[in-house]
């Protein structure tokens, strides 16, 4: 009987440990809350797209975002058919003037030039540039087998195609906003953790230069401490400014959410244990206390990268982030200050559809995450 009784035993807890829930760690039941979230599981595809795109912006990009054109050319649609109604592979047609006069303005009509179609293709030779910056390349993934001028967004005022600049000012716009974040990140956090575990006077003290910053009107500040860099200043200088003044100014929202969980967790019996046992300040903070605000701080993050990312582009769009020859979507958004541009060249908005959807992944993941971390 007691064999029996142990036999089975066992067998439940093989059972057990083979099952959906033994033994499952604290990251795997994250990744399985999440999952169970479609909005979360979209935003985090997108951010992996986004983040793809943004490494091999370079490749991706059609065109050599510096390359000039017709200016304000439309956007070139793509054909699956010749010039007699035929299934073609796919083809672009670029716009020349007919023999056809307009009968108001007696101006040659304006037209896709049939005669002369521009074949597509993927892995085609183009632009030559260099990946990851040191390695010497001409293919793209997408454009004209024969290498000439495609424009699948159209071009802004100087010729420039705008979808292959919008491609390259990924690169900078999410490269500002990660290095802002993990600078607001390692700063807001330890100074929270700090100051809500030491509490007392430090605290008070802390906590009163925290409102400070946190009282200042941001949109003037920033304003005002950007136009402090010369415009013949270097575009590394002025870029290394532009991030030091959001960080300066971003890290102050972090440190009081961290503050406050650290408030509730210092109080908890196994931080009481370590303190009796001579465990010291910086142990019980980092390896104790760290760990359990680690879920709200990534949660934090996700939706920290949208917030600079929208600042960025609405400082690029009054011209006090990023300087030329750089590229961001704030800066390429400068082209559409005039409202009769945008009525007549509706295509230089499309940076913005950038932004939106870079907005849009960041909070679907945050979202997910944060149900994710603390499904109660």
Do not use: C
Request: charged share 15%.
């Amino acid at each position: 009987m007691y064999a029996l009784d142990s036999s089975s035993s066992s067998q439940q807890e093989e059972a057990l440990k083979s099952g959906p829930h033994g033994n499952e760690s604290y990251l795997a039941l994250v990744w399985r809350r999440l999952k169970r979230s479609w909005t979360g599981m979209m935003g985090l595809i997108l951010v992996g797209l986004l983040m793809i795109m943004a490494v091999f912006a370079d490749f991706l990009a059609p065109m050599d975002p510096k390359a000039t054109d017709i200016g304000f050319a439309p956007p070139q649609t793509i054909s699956f058919h010749d010039k007699e109604g035929n299934l073609v592979w796919p083809r672009v047609y670029a716009l020349a003037d007919s023999e056809e006069l307009d009968p108001v303005t007696f101006q040659p009509i304006v037209g896709p030039d049939y005669d002369n179609p521009r074949h597509l293709g993927f892995f085609v030779k183009g632009a030559e540039y260099r990946l990851f910056g040191f390695i010497p390349a001409s293919r793209h993934f997408f454009g004209t087998v024969d290498g000439q001028p495609v424009h699948f967004l159209g071009t802004d005022k100087f010729g420039r195609d705008v979808l292959s600049r919008a491609i390259i000012g990924s690169r900078i716009s999410l490269m500002i906003a990660l290095i802002v974040v993990v600078i607001i990140t390692v700063v807001g956090t330890t100074i929270g953790m700090v100051s809500g575990y030491y509490g007392g006077s430090f605290d008070v003290w802390v906590q009163r230069f925290v409102e400070l910053v946190l009282a200042f009107p941001q949109l003037p500040l920033y304003l005002a401490l950007t136009s402090l860099i010369p415009i013949t200043a270097p575009t590394n200088v002025f870029l290394a400014f532009v991030i030091f003044v959001m960080s300066a100014l971003g890290w102050a929202q972090m440190s009081r959410e961290v503050r406050g969980k650290t408030l509730a967790l210092a109080r908890i019996d196994y931080v009481r244990a370590a303190m009796a046992i001579g465990a010291t300040d910086r142990r019980i903070i980092f390896q104790h206390i760290f760990p359990n605000v680690l879920s709200h701080v990534i949660v934090a993050v996700t939706l920290a990268i949208p917030h600079v990312v929208l600042l960025e582009s609405f400082l690029g769009f009054l011209g006090f982030a990023v300087k030329p020859p750089l590229i961001s979507w704030g800066l390429m958004l400068q082209d559409t200050a005039n409202y009769s541009v945008i009525g007549t060249y509706p295509w230089i908005l499309a940076p913005v559809g950038f932004v939106l959807v870079t907005v849009f992944a960041f909070n679907a993941l945050g979202d997910g995450l944060r149900d994710a971390v603390d499904p109660y």
